[in-house]
């Protein structure tokens, strides 16, 4: 009765109230988009999580008038911090990336409007590759007339050991950042320096003892305004661990200065149950939605599907008569409704590329890269040359692509140009990846991350075509000499391990091309299918190549 309650004091049908776990016989399918990948728009005036599918962690979103606008933690990823559009919350349509060179690895940003300009406040991690960072963890700002650019070079506000900036606009009219523990620092005016140190100012909301988490972590400061109050967003629990771990916790106040009262409903989203489709559901921004109706953004892992990464989740709120906001989704597992407009966008974009032009840092994002390391790569005649680099998939900076599909097949077809070795990859990182490489002489087969003892007996050959199925999890390869008449591999492979609980790597596994050598890789025509899955756990789909050696198309 009190969902119900909340629904409709949100106007939103009572169907939008859900129960905590939504019932494993539901065998409700997601629309389908580009390539027949799934999306949320189900067409009816419903939408079904994910909103964005596939390794969207740490949404930070901004309204600007009718407009919205998304980025998110980019980590090694290079291109980073890929900028999303939508005017309705569930359809999505990409601009461009934001940071040209990351100068570290990418955690939570923010992204701001502040007097008619963009701001995106960035923390850079040090990595192995970076130069000239002072401290583990930089919070840098970068600026922009409008969301397509032109961004300036990151400016270094000189906070050290913070990460997840979260900005906002005091009731004197000064500008803050809000930090993870949870500190804030004045900024100045422009918001290009800080104004002052950082000081601690909340202390956050404390679970019971016995919850199963992976650690108290607080983290994650969104900062919104609805009337006389500033409401407090916070992650505890920390993002990753057990699935009931990550959860949002909400505070307010009427100044920015405190004192801060801690919500009587904490936490106001939490994973109470491995049994639900979404995990660690946590990090979440408060907002304002089309037609004065307010939600919740955060990311969460899908149930037997970490491989995927965090996803962009989107949770309807209603509020209470004395003002704390409550999640009205349930667990999510079940369609929503929202308000299209007739200016929605198209959702998504393609993943296959005929090598027309060369699309980084939407499609394509090349993983610890350096700050050259666009100079590898020419479009010649609708193909994508890449120059050689390190010595296998592991050290040599591979070109890499988010997917968000349960079920999937990719396929490429590549030439080999000197001294080098050539393939094909599910790459989750440097350490963990599995695939095909081929140097003219052998095929070398990659699983767990390194060279393994299986010998293909695959042709010698300077052109290949290489082709990996993924099927819920059940990885097999292919290779041809002409597209047509393709040979199985003779090892099949089961990843659902590839996750962050294997490696302590908040990323996740995706395709990925790869050229290691002194010479080159052409690359012609990669190709990307989605396979439509239900929203159910327990469905079947038979694993591709279950029926014999050699497959014809």
């Known amino acids: 009765m009190l969902a119900m309650a909340l629904a409709a004091s949100a106007g ?127 919070i840098y700002v970068i600026h922009a007339p409008s969301m397509s650019g032109p961004w300036s070079e990151p400016i270094d506000l000189r906070l050290g050991g913070l990460i997840d900036p979260g900005h906002v606009v005091g009731e004197d009219g000064r500008r803050y950042l809000f930090l993870s523990g949870i500190n804030r620092v004045a900024l100045s005016a422009d918001g290009l320096s800080t104004d002052g140190a950082a000081v601690k100012v909340y202390d956050g909301w404390k679970y019971p003892d016995d919850w199963v988490t992976e650690a108290y972590s607080l983290e994650g400061p969104k900062l919104a305004r609805r009337g006389d109050w500033f409401y407090l967003i916070s992650a505890v629990g920390g993002t990753s661990g057990p699935p009931t771990g990550h959860m949002v916790i909400a505070a307010r106040s009427r100044s920015v ?23 660690s559901r946590g990090h979440a921004t408060l907002f304002e939605g089309p037609g004065d109706r307010w939600n919740l953004m955060y990311h969460g892992y899908e149930h037997g599907y970490r491989t995927l990464g965090r996803q962009t989740l989107l949770d309807p709120v209603t509020w209470s008569a004395d003002g704390w906001p409550r999640a009205a989704g349930g667990d999510l597992s079940r369609p929503l409704p929202f308000a299209r407009t007739a200016q929605a966008n198209p959702h998504g974009m393609p993943r296959s590329d005929d090598f027309s032009r060369l699309s980084l840092g939407t499609r394509w994002t090349f993983y610890n890269a350096a700050p050259d390391e666009a100079e590898r790569l020419r479009i010649v005649e609708r193909s994508l040359v890449m120059h050689g680099k390190g010595t296998g998939p592991g050290d040599c900076s591979p070109l890499t692509q988010l997917v968000g599909d349960l079920t999937y097949e990719i396929s490429i077809s590549m030439e080999l140009i000197g001294d080098v070795e050539g393939g094909m990859l599910l790459f989750f990182d440097d350490r963990l990846f599995l695939g095909m490489g081929h140097n003219g002489a052998k095929m070398t087969t990659y699983r767990g991350g390194k060279p393994s003892y299986w010998q293909e007996p695959a042709p010698t050959t300077r052109t290949l075509h290489l082709k990996i199925i993924n099927d819920r999890h059940i990885v097999t390869f292919f290779y041809s000499i002409d597209a047509n008449a393709w040979t199985r591999h003779g090892l099949c492979s089961e990843a659902s ?54 497959y014809l198309e």
Not at 28 to 52: C, F, H, M, S
Not at 69 to 93: E, K, Q
Not at 535 to 549: E, Y
């Open 12 to 138: 939103l049908p009572a169907t939008s109230a859900l129960p905590a776990t939504a019932s494993a016989e539901s065998r409700v399918t997601w629309g389908v988009g580009i390539e027949n990948q799934r999306k949320a728009d189900l067409g009816d005036g419903r939408y079904l999580n994910p909103i964005l599918a596939g390794d969207y962690p740490d949404p930070s979103i901004l309204k600007d008038g009718p407009d919205y606008y998304m980025t998110h933690s980019s980590f090694n990823a290079a291109p980073g911090l890929l900028i999303w559009h939508s005017r309705d919350l569930v359809n999505w349509s990409p601009i461009g990336p934001a940071l040209a060179k990351p100068l570290g690895t990418v955690f939570a940003v923010d992204l701001v409007k502040h007097d008619n300009r963009y701001f995106i406040y960035i923390p850079f991690m040090r990595a192995p590759w970076s130069k000239g960072l002072r401290s583990f963890a930089n």
């Open 257 to 279: 200065n405190g004192p801060w009262e801690n919500c009587p409903h904490n936490p106001i989203v939490h994973t109470r149950s491995a049994e639900e489709r979404w995990w």
């Open 497 to 550: 391990g590839y996750n962050a609980n294997t490696m302590d790597d908040l990323v996740s596994l995706r395709p990925a091309l790869f050229a290691a050598g002194s010479g080159a890789v052409r690359f012609r025509d990669f190709r990307y299918r989605a396979i439509a899955a239900t929203n159910t756990r327990d469905s079947h789909l038979t694993p591709a190549g279950s029926a014999g050696k050699v």
